[in-house]
């Protein structure tokens, strides 16, 4: 059993800043790749943000340069630090871990962010 727990999601004005976190926990043995994802209503989830326990880093074009994903791989957690957020930012944010073992995939349950005056 793997546990995937998000944190941090709220209401934010615009040009405002907001930290996700997410740690997973439980009978994972190890974590390949952890990131984040969002899925506004009406639409298809996409990509913002994923980080290899590498460091290597993927955005979304429509969140670089304002969002930063980071890592400690030590405590399994990953990070998105969003910055100069827009309104077009509000969405569910989804945290995504990939296991090394057998590249299984594992899925937070979701953490609303809405950004409005």
């Known amino acids: 059993q793997v546990q995937v727990v998000e944190s941090g999601g709220g209401l934010v004005q615009p040009g405002g800043s907001l930290r996700l976190s997410c740690a997973a926990s439980g009978s994972i043995f190890s974590i390949y790749r952890m990131g984040w994802y969002r899925q506004a209503p009406g639409k298809q989830r996409e990509l913002v943000a994923t980080?290899?326990?590498?460091?290597?880093?993927n955005y979304a074009d429509s969140v670089k340069g304002r969002f930063t994903i980071s890592r400690d791989n030590a405590k399994n957690t990953v990070y998105l630090q969003m910055n100069s957020l827009k309104p077009e930012d509000t969405s569910v944010y989804y945290c995504?871990?990939?296991?090394?073992?057998?590249?299984?995939?594992?899925w937070g349950q979701g953490t609303q962010v809405t950004v409005s005056s």
């Open positions: 995504h871990v990939a296991g090394s073992r057998s590249r299984e995939e594992y």
């Open positions: 980080i290899t326990s590498g460091g290597s880093t």
